[in-house]
Nanobody, 123 residues
Framework: QVQVAESGGGSVQAGGSLNVSCAAS????????MTWYRQAPEKEREFVSE???????SYADSVKGRFTISQDNAKNTVYLQMNNLKPEDTAVYSC?????????????????WGQGTQVTVSS
C-alpha cells in the first residue's frame, strides 16, 4: 500500500529554521508530484509549496524567499527547508503526493496524504 509520511517538525523561535521531509513508499512503477500544505488552528488548509517530478517548483507568496523545496528522487523524498520562520508559520504541515503510475500499478494513480508534522514558531 502507498504510504506518505512527514517528519522533521518541531518548535523554534522566530527567525529560526526547520527542515521537514516527506517520504513516499509502497510502490514500484509510479512517479510523484508533491505538494506541501499547512493548516493553523481555526484556519483552513492552505497551499505552501509544490515540486514536480523534474524539479520545477512553486511557492505561496507568504513563504516565497524564505522556504525552499527540493527532492531526492533516489530516496523518493521531498524536503521543505524553512528559514526565517515567523509565528504565523505555526501550523501542521502536510504533504500530498500525486502519483502517476503505469503497468501493473496503473490503478494506484491518485492523491495520497501524509498525517502531518507540527511546526511551532514562538515570538
Amino acid at each position: 500500500q502507498v504510504q506518505v509520511a512527514e517528519s522533521g517538525g518541531g518548535s523554534v523561535q522566530a527567525g529560526g529554521s526547520l527542515n521537514v521531509s516527506c517520504a513516499a513508499s509502497g510502490y514500484t512503477y509510479c512517479n510523484f508530484d508533491m505538494t506541501w500544505y499547512r493548516q493553523a488552528p481555526e484556519k483552513e488548509r492552505e497551499f505552501v509549496s509544490e515540486i514536480r517530478l523534474i524539479g520545477t517548483t512553486s511557492y505561496a507568496d507568504s513563504v516565497k524567499g524564505r522556504f525552499t523545496i527540493s527532492q531526492d528522487n533516489a530516496k523518493n523524498t521531498v524536503y521543505l527547508q524553512m528559514n526565517n520562520l515567523k509565528p504565523e508559520d505555526t501550523a501542521v504541515y502536510s504533504c500530498k503526493a500525486h502519483l502517476s503510475c503505469w503497468g501493473p500499478e496503473h490503478e494506484v494513480s491518485g492523491d495520497y496524504w501524509g498525517q502531518g508534522t507540527q511546526v511551532t514558531v514562538s515570538s
